[in-house]
Nanobody, 118 residues
Framework: QVQLVESGGGLVQPGGSLRLSCEAS????????MGWYRQAPGKERELVAT???????RYGDSVEGRFTISGDNRKNTIWLQMDSLNPEDTAVYYC????????????WGQGTQVTVSS
């Protein structure tokens, strides 16, 4: 059974930083794509960043240059380092594990709230 557990969310001031973690069980990084998505109130879920087992990262346009995704295959954990946060980054952040070209293989964590406010 696949489980993804996010942690690290919270309240931060504009310009600040946070680091999110996602611990995965029941899924191997190899052959899968791990990622972060977010959903703000009244908006659709959007891509934040993804990471392949080979180390290729992809970012959403709104976070490019400010956020960094990383992972450790041995620990089955990925992280999202978020810098220069602004109020538009406020959202629930979700961890995702999916297998390319296999729509039925996609799992989500419960989400962690990130609030950027002064």
């Amino acid at each position: 059974q696949v489980q993804l557990v996010e942690s690290g969310g919270g309240l931060v001031q504009p310009g600040g930083s946070l680091r999110l973690s996602c611990e995965a069980s029941g899924v191997r990084f190899s052959g899968n794509i791990m990622g972060w998505y977010r959903q703000a109130p009244g908006k659709e879920r959007e891509l934040v960043a993804t990471l392949t087992s080979g180390g290729t990262a992809r970012y959403g346009d709104s976070v490019e240059g400010r956020f960094t995704i990383s992972g450790d295959n041995r620990k089955n954990t990925i992280w999202l380092q978020m810098d220069s946060l602004n109020p538009e980054d406020t959202a629930v952040y979700y961890c995702n594990a999916r297998r390319p070209w296999t729509p039925t293989y996609s799992y989500w964590g419960q989400g962690t709230q990130v609030t950027v406010s002064s």
